[in-house]
C-alpha cells in the first residue's frame, strides 16, 4: 500500500472517522488494475486511491458503503466479463474479487 493511502487511513481513524479498505485480491481475465491494488473509502464516500475507475470502482465505492454500514467484512465479485462491460461501456472482460474491510482504530 502506498503512503499516501496509508496516510490517509491513519489519519480518518485517528479523527474517528469510519472507512473502509477496498483490495483487489483476484483479477481473471482483463481488469482495470491488478491484484494488490487498493483503495480507501470513507463513511462520507469519498476515495482515495483507485481500483480503475469507471463502473467497476462506482459499484465497490457502493459495497464499502454497505460493509461501513454493516460492520462486517466481505469479499465482493465484480463481473467485467464482455456482455456485461460492453452493456456499461467498459473496455475491459474479466473477473475480479475485492476484500473490502472496515477499517477501525
Same mark, same amino acid.
Given at each position: 500500500?502506498?503512503? +499516501?493511502?496509508?496516510?490517509?487511513?491513519?489519519?480518518s481513524m =485517528?479523527? $474517528?472517522?469510519? *472507512?473502509? %479498505?477496498a483490495?483487489?485480491? =483476484? !483479477?481473471?481475465?482483463?481488469? #482495470?488494475? +491488478?491484484? /494488490?491494488?487498493?483503495?480507501?473509502? $470513507?463513511?462520507?464516500g469519498?476515495i482515495q $486511491?483507485? !481500483?480503475g475507475?469507471? *463502473?467497476?470502482?462506482a459499484a465497490?465505492r =457502493?459495497?464499502?458503503?454497505?460493509?461501513?454500514?454493516?460492520?462486517? #467484512?466481505?469479499?465482493?465479485h465484480?463481473? %467485467?466479463?464482455?456482455?456485461?462491460? +460492453?452493456? +456499461? /461501456?467498459? !473496455? *475491459? $472482460? /474479466?473477473?475480479?474479487? !475485492?476484500?473490502?474491510e #472496515? %477499517?477501525e482504530?
Amino acid at each position: 500500500m502506498d503512503r +499516501e493511502l496509508i496516510s490517509a487511513a491513519i489519519k480518518s481513524m =485517528q479523527e $474517528g472517522e469510519r *472507512c473502509a %479498505l477496498a483490495t483487489i485480491i =483476484q !483479477v481473471k481475465g482483463s481488469a #482495470p488494475r +491488478e491484484a /494488490g491494488t487498493r483503495m480507501l473509502i $470513507g463513511a462520507d464516500g469519498q476515495i482515495q $486511491g483507485t !481500483v480503475g475507475g469507471g *463502473c467497476a470502482e462506482a459499484a465497490i465505492r =457502493q459495497r464499502a458503503l454497505l460493509v461501513l454500514e454493516s460492520g462486517r #467484512p466481505e469479499i465482493y465479485h465484480l463481473d %467485467l466479463t464482455a456482455d456485461t462491460a +460492453e452493456d +456499461e /461501456g467498459m !473496455v *475491459c $472482460g /474479466g473477473v475480479m474479487d !475485492v476484500f473490502i474491510e #472496515p %477499517l477501525e482504530v
